[in-house]
């Protein structure tokens, strides 16, 4: 159809092609705003939908493959000063991340950040470990050194021989909960929302307990920037030589329009 019309038009009119091709290059310009468009609200729809996300997310605590305790939680992401004004929406330790890395960016820029609220739990510990009975000074005491997730060094006293009217009283020594942390940021699996970041931080210590994860990291840190796949690499390198190819296809609408023309 589309060769039908072009010969129609060369045989009566050449000027009337090329008025065909302007008028095809207009409506490709008008095309690709209205596709812009389309783009950048797509895009704002995500990037709320993520932060909706974010915001109404709880801690997630699993076990890892090495046995460790992970608390997980989705991340922030968003403009700081409509985080900010938009603090309706906001929890107190919400609140708290963001004004801190509000203070922290008066210095430099913070690409991303974290508050963990945690609590070394003990819940219903049998001890195992020595005990040291001291008849003279009628104390007893409680140590523990070789189990990896707690040592301590507690000593009761009153204890040998035990009056009526006598009140033990114990003495915590040292008490020492030892814990290595891993704090990560990583992409969330579920790609239906266009990769949303989250928050993560391991424990080795079975008594640390994370009641919450607050996290923020600034809204251009995004899986197409820092992690591209395939199409998103060529569509990068487009978007990098976008002048290059206007000019490539302006010349080759051009070189075409001309040999019709003048066929």
């Known amino acids: ?38 783009k950048n609200l797509n895009t704002k729809y995500k990037s709320e939908v993520k932060l ?85 000074n009628k104390t007893v005491e409680f140590t523990e050194f070789n189990n990896p997730d707690i040592n301590y060094d507690f000593k009761a006293f009153g204890i040998l021989p035990f009056p009526v009217n006598s009140k033990p009283t114990l003495l915590i020594k040292s008490l020492n909960l030892p814990n290595e942390q891993f704090i990560k940021f990583q992409w969330d699996n579920d790609k239906r929302a266009d990769y949303p970041v989250s928050f993560s931080v391991t424990n080795t ?21 820092l992690n591209p796949n395939g199409w ?7 978007k990098k030589n976008d002048d290059v190819l206007k000019i490539i296809g302006g010349a080759a609408i051009g070189v075409g329009g001309t040999y019709i023309i003048m066929k």
């Open 232 to 238: 998103q690499k060529i569509g990068i390198w487009m």
């Open 52 to 136: 909706k996300n974010a915001l109404l997310d709880t801690v997630h605590t699993y076990k890892d493959k090495e046995g460790n305790w992970v608390a997980e939680k989705l991340t922030i992401q968003g403009r700081l000063e409509d985080l900010l004004a938009d603090s309706a929406r906001l929890t107190k330790s919400q609140k708290r991340l963001l004004n801190q890395v509000n203070n922290a960016n008066k210095e430099n820029t913070v690409l991303t950040a974290a508050l963990i609220r945690a609590e070394f739990i003990i819940d219903s510990l049998m001890h195992t470990g020595g005990v040291i009975i001291d008849t003279t």
């Open 205 to 225: 210590n079975k008594y640390v307990k994370v009641h919450d994860v607050n996290s923020y990291a600034i809204p251009t840190a995004t899986q197409e920037l």
């Open 1 to 38: 159809m589309m060769k039908a019309i072009l010969e129609f038009l060369a045989k009566n009119n050449r000027w009337a092609i090329a008025l065909v091709i302007i008028l095809m290059l207009v409506g490709g310009g008008l095309i690709k705003i209205q596709n812009n468009k389309i």
